[in-house]
């Protein structure tokens, strides 16, 4: 599977950006150990962590609390695509974002495959 992560850049606070993944190369548009989409985000110095997250077959979904009603996660099965719409952007949302694809939501170590990273810039 490989994962083709876009969208990125500089914003201001308060301002909104679009992520978008592809997703090529399932083995099948069932196949359960790639069922979930994740984004993730590392900020300098700090661990990477779980953002949000999308299931392929049923369209379940997960939050960071710290996301919960600003992002919104969403897929289009059809493009093999998942999107991470992000709004009223701050400071502290700065970093570089990752998506990923596996079996389980958690823990990070089940998702098996990485996209190379987009940055996100959110000026104050």
């Known amino acids: 599977v490989q994962l083709q992560a876009s969208g990125g850049g500089l914003v201001q606070a308060g301002g909104s950006l679009r992520l978008s993944c592809v997703a090529s190369?399932?083995?099948?548009?069932?196949?359960?150990?790639?069922?979930?989409m994740g984004w993730f985000r590392q900020a300098p110095g700090k661990e990477r962590e779980f953002v949000a997250s999308?299931?392929?077959?049923?369209?379940?979904?997960a939050y960071l609390d710290s996301v919960k009603g600003r992002f919104t996660i969403s897929k289009n099965n059809a493009q093999n695509t998942v999107s991470l719409q992000m709004n009223i952007l701050k400071p502290e949302d700065t970093a570089v974002y990752y998506c990923?694809?596996?079996?389980?939501?958690?823990?990070?170590?089940?998702?098996?495959?990485w996209g190379q990273g987009t940055q996100v810039t959110v000026s104050s």
């Open positions: 990923a694809s596996g079996r389980h939501i958690a823990p990070m170590s089940s998702y098996d495959y």
């Open positions: 190369g399932r083995t099948s548009s069932t196949d359960a150990s790639t069922d979930v």
């Open positions: 999308i299931r392929w077959s049923s369209g379940s979904t």
